[in-house]
């Protein structure tokens, strides 16, 4: 009877649309075993979308990843600093501002990535890109970077509402993204878990900015955290798990990935968050 005390009153904390998902327990006798079948997956029908649920659709934020030739970073951070001066310059015109730039120090190397906010949605980015193709000055700063990257990629995402949006950071720090494939449907669920998972995060203030993708590789999550350096990482990640409640968040959302993994990033020059 404890167990099934136990379990009731996790369940009474979650929030009403999340999805409750099979489990098995050591703590569990066989008496206990009925319980266990009723913790399916269940989510409650609506007429929202899950973008519209989690997040402020208002805000749409641009995700560009971009593989450098390893004999050209200098240049392209030459290049790519440039740009972001010619944005800032028309700002009021293009609705849009730099949140992040950084490069990758561990995971994908010879690897950027810059994270753009777009104010006003969707609207703002259609303008936003008829007012670069018709400026010769951007085509041509365009057309210099392509001689210096192997690749590129573009994410357009939505902000998690219960994370915090990404404010510029005072020097110095080192940045990690943990980016999520998640199975499809599974995106309320893993929701409804985070904005609980993340109240046991907040300690040394390391959560920068959560989102989630509309349009590219979909059912894609990115968590960007902050630290001083990876000996911070390690020391807060440890203290983490000695909070009553964390191991219950990566229980109930650990069998929503399909693949993950994580990349260590360092601010360029030019980043607004340092």
């Not at 192997?150 to 020097?171: D, I, K, T, V």
């Not at 599974?186 to 995060?201: D, F, K, Q, S």
């Not at 798990?241 to 990349?263: F, K, Q, S």
């Amino acid at each position: 009877m404890k167990s099934i005390n136990k379990i009731l009153n996790i369940c009474s904390t979650l929030p009403k649309n999340t999805r409750l998902i099979s489990t098995t327990s050591s703590n569990l006798n066989a008496d206990d075993g009925w319980l266990s079948k009723l913790l399916v997956r269940r989510i409650e029908p609506t007429k929202e979308s899950h973008s519209r649920m989690l997040s402020d659709k208002e805000i749409v934020y641009a995700l560009h990843t971009h593989n450098i030739r390893p004999d050209s970073v200098d240049k392209y951070l030459k290049n790519y600093k440039t740009s972001v001066e010619f944005v800032e310059s028309r700002k009021a015109d293009l609705g849009c501002e730099l949140v992040g730039s950084w490069t990758v120090s561990v995971g994908d190397m010879d690897q950027a990535l810059h994270l753009w906010r777009y104010v006003g949605g969707f609207e703002k980015i259609d303008k936003a890109k008829i007012l670069f193709k018709e400026n010769p000055d951007y085509r041509a700063l365009e057309k210099e970077r392509g001689n210096f990257v192997r690749s590129r990629h573009l994410q357009y995402l939505l902000a998690f509402s219960f994370w915090p949006n990404g404010e510029p950071r005072q020097p110095n720090n080192i940045y990690e993204i943990r980016s999520y494939s998640l199975k499809p449907g599974t995106m309320i669920e893993w929701g409804n878990n985070w904005a609980r998972g993340l109240t046991y995060r907040r300690s040394q203030n390391e959560a920068f900015a959560g989102y989630f993708s509309q349009i590219g590789r979909l059912y894609n999550v990115h968590h960007i955290w902050c630290y001083k350096n990876l000996q911070a990482r390690r020391e807060t990640r440890e203290s983490t798990w000695r909070n009553p409640g964390w191991d219950e968040c990566v229980a109930y959302t650990v069998p929503l990935i399909r693949e993950m993994h994580c990349r260590i990033l360092e601010p360029t020059e030019f980043s607004p968050t340092q």
